[in-house]
């Protein structure tokens, strides 16, 4: 499988801290994607990492690229009680026989204590 | 802001019959997506469609089909339901670029018990 894996499966942090959670993948990529899914709800895109990239913000999101480790970052900074969701990667592969194809990881539930 | 709306939030249905889940895009998107999800197995794409009328299979197409009649409806049928097709299913769609560099547009789920 191609798949993305995420790490670590769950993270409880108090209000104000950082998360960070780690994205790794197999084969070469042509971009990487992070996308939160709050409970019950539909996935919404956050940010896209084109594999020329190696570091991207958005916000208080923090995105990293390493394709020499074939993995990726994400760092939420000063975090909330609002940032409680599941956190996904999602990638493209340079393999893939379709542009338009993402293979999402298992994900990471992130749960902000107040 | 895209919309993507799925027809339903919960469904029940029986072992057997044939279901149909609607999802329909207001962005005039030519790429739409089902997916399914489970807990610990992440998103898997079961179907997708580039354009009105084509399809291709995803990873996992066994015992589903779809339909793409027009471009802003992508309709996903089980055509006799079993009990391991309890699960989440996911809508999404996203634009047509010669670039790969596109984000997907998701709906808020149809959770779907098959009894």
């Known amino acids: 499988s191609q798949q993305g894996e995420e790490d670590p499966q769950a993270l409880s942090i108090q209000e104000g801290e950082n998360a960070t959670m780690n994205c790794s993948y197999k084969?070469?990529?042509?971009?990487l994607q992070w996308y939160r899914q709050n409970s019950g709800r539909g996935l919404v895109h956050l940010i896209l990492?084109?594999?020329?990239?190696r570091e991207k913000h958005s916000g208080r999101l923090r995105v990293t690229l390493d394709t020499s480790k074939k993995s990726s970052s994400l760092l939420i900074t000063a975090s909330r009680a609002a940032d409680t969701a599941s956190y996904f990667c999602?990638?493209?592969?340079?393999?893939?026989?379709?542009?338009?194809?993402?293979?999402f990881g298992s994900g990471t539930q992130l749960t902000v204590l107040p | 802001d895209v919309k993507v709306t799925q027809s339903s939030r919960y469904l029940v249905k029986r072992t057997g019959e044939k279901v149909f889940l609607e999802c329909v895009q207001d962005m005039d998107h030519e790429n739409m997506f089902w997916y399914r999800q489970d807990p610990g197995l992440g998103l898997r794409l079961i179907y997708f469609s580039y354009d009105v009328k084509m399809k291709e299979k995803g990873d996992i197409p066994e015992g589903y089909s779809v339909s793409r009649e027009k471009k802003e409806r992508f309709s996903l049928i089980l055509e006799s339901a079993s009990t391991n097709q309890t699960s989440m299913y996911l809508c999404?769609?996203?634009?047509?670029?010669?670039?790969?560099?596109?984000?997907?547009?998701f709906g808020d789920g149809t959770r779907l018990s098959i009894l």
């Open positions: 999404a769609s996203s634009l047509f670029r010669t670039t790969r560099n596109q984000p997907q547009h």
């Open positions: 999602a990638t493209v592969f340079i393999s893939s026989g379709s542009a338009r194809q993402l293979t």
């Open positions: 990492i084109r594999s020329n990239e």
């Open positions: 084969t070469s990529i042509n971009n």
